[in-house]
């Protein structure tokens, strides 16, 4: 079965530093890996996606994920964080099992991002 | 913005009632899908719908159902509501490429509270 992971509930982070919001996969095939952000009220959020190519993604808001299939991973990373970023981060995977675009999501990263 | 609205914002039921929800997709998108978010989880698919036929459906009982409109616009009716059903429901549309690889634009979700 396809799954993904967000090992982490939440990560603080002070303005200005680096952050990082970890994901696992697990798929059979080449995965189709998303992120989502989600702020309150709100729906959710397109950031970026990995199909194929470049292992390093650029996204939305200065913000990119680096691929790496040896260690199943799609980290979420940011080099300098804005207390604006401070949301709630979903990994993703398509579900290569159906022929839609039926997303599997993580549980939810909650990133707080303080002055 | 992602230009998708659902109505109403929020609904309080209570157990055993009837629901409809309410979806206008992005102009130009012929996918719809739904998604079930509980509270503290990532969205559960629940269906998608392709021009106007349901062509993919997750681990969700029948009393679920959906329909989608000439216009793409869309419904999510539950039927026998219960508890569990409380969440924020969240729909979704997409230009269906067919590669699994589009993003999804998301509205910002009916909170449905089932007592």
């Known amino acids: 079965a396809q799954s993904v992971a967000q090992p982490e509930d939440q990560v603080n982070v002070a303005e200005g530093n680096p952050l990082t919001v970890k994901c696992t996969y697990s798929?059979?095939?080449?995965?189709?890996l998303f992120w989502y952000v989600q702020y309150p009220n709100r729906g959710l959020q397109f950031l970026l996606k990995?199909?194929?190519?470049?292992?390093l993604v650029k996204g939305s808001y200065g913000f990119e994920a680096e691929f790496n299939k040896s260690q199943t991973s799609f980290h979420l990373k940011k080099p300098s964080a804005l207390v604006s970023d401070s949301a709630l981060y979903f990994c993703a995977v398509r579900d290569l099992s159906s022929n839609t675009g039926k997303l599997i999501f993580g549980q939810g990263t909650t990133l707080q991002v303080k002055p | 913005e992602t230009g998708v609205t659902q109505s109403p914002t929020h609904l309080i039921k209570t157990r055993g009632q009837q629901v409809t929800l309410r979806c206008s997709s992005q102009s130009g998108h012929n996918t719809v899908s739904w998604y079930q978010q509980a509270l503290g989880q990532g969205p559960q698919f629940i269906f998608q719908y392709y021009r106007e036929e349901e062509n993919g459906r997750g681990n969700f009982p029948p009393r679920f159902s959906g329909l989608q409109f000439p216009n793409y616009s869309s419904e999510l009716n539950v039927n026998a509501l219960e508890l569990d059903d409380s969440a924020l429901y969240l729909c979704a549309s997409s230009l269906a490429g067919g590669t699994g690889a589009e993003k999804l634009f998301f509205g910002s979700g009916t909170q449905l509270s089932v007592l």
């Open positions: 798929v059979s095939g080449n995965p189709y």
């Open positions: 990995y199909i194929t190519g470049d292992n």
